[in-house]
T-cell receptor, first 117, second 110 residues
Framework: GAVVSQHPSRVICKSGTSVKIECRSLDFQATTMFWYRQFPKQSLMLMATSNEGSKATYEQGVEKDKFLINHASLTLSTLTVTSAHPEDSSFYICSAPKPGTSTDTQYFGPGTRLTVL | SQQGEEDPQALSIQEGENATMNCSYK?????LQWYRQNSGRGLVHLILIRSNEREKHSGRLRVTLDTSKKSSSLLITASRAADTASYFC??????????FGQGTTLQVKP
């Protein structure tokens, strides 16, 4: 089956630093990827839609200058949390629909746990 | 709010019993999907039901969809301790976005 990977799986950083999270589709090309955030014991909240070769589309309430998304190739989208603060600590998950299948089928990465001290 | 509602928020049952989780949503959908998440891990896709379907089965899973009530249910029969996880419904919008419900945390006691 299709595989989506994320790197790193876990990151701890100091307040004020920036953190980059990578999402890769390993065996298919993804023109679109989705980024979600999940706080402890809560559901996944869609943050943004990452579009290859164009600007990301952000959900209401998500600061685009704080959460920078770059989808520079058909297999890689990156989410950079800029000037991270403790309230940004969360579980970040990406997903991608596989071309050639219905976009009903999305493949999720294993997630990245960000802890900001 | 993006999210629909799921109930119960938490469910604790004995191994062998059936577990039923419900999901309600707010807008028109193309399909509804159920996912499972073990603690601190990624999501596993369980089953998808399209808006023109009313019921679907997959192994020990049975999903129903009532578009007039904007609700769905997931039934897990003959539960096992390994079924302990959080379960989320997600509705697919026409843009391809998946909007997740609040989730049900299921504990199956051996």
């Amino acid at each position: 089956g299709a595989v989506v990977s994320q790197h790193p799986s876990r990151v701890i950083c100091k307040s004020g630093t920036s953190v980059k999270i990578e999402c890769r589709s390993l065996d298919f090309q993804a023109t679109t990827m989705f980024w979600y955030r999940q706080f402890p014991k809560q559901s996944l909240m869609l943050m943004a839609t990452s579009n290859e070769g164009s600007k990301a589309t952000y959900e209401q309430g998500v600061e685009k200058d704080k959460f920078l998304i770059n989808h520079a190739s058909l297999t890689l989208s990156t989410l950079t949390v800029t000037s991270a603060h403790p309230e940004d600590s969360s579980f970040y998950i990406c997903s991608a629909p596989k071309p050639g299948t219905s976009t009903d089928t999305q493949y999720f990465g294993p997630g990245t746990r960000l802890t900001v001290l | 709010s993006q999210q629909g509602e799921e109930d119960p928020q938490a469910l604790s049952i004995q191994e062998g019993e059936n577990a039923t989780m419900n999901c309600s949503y707010k807008t028109s959908i193309n399909n509804l999907q159920w996912y499972r998440q073990n603690s601190g891990r990624g999501l596993v896709h369980l089953i998808l039901i399209r808006s023109n379907e009313r019921e679907k089965h997959s192994g020990r899973l049975r999903v129903t969809l009532d578009t007039s009530k904007k609700s769905s249910s997931l039934l897990i029969t003959a539960s096992r301790a390994a079924d302990t996880a959080s379960y989320f419904c997600a509705t697919r919008r026409s843009t391809g976005k998946l909007i997740f419900g609040q989730g049900t945390t299921l504990q199956v006691k051996p």
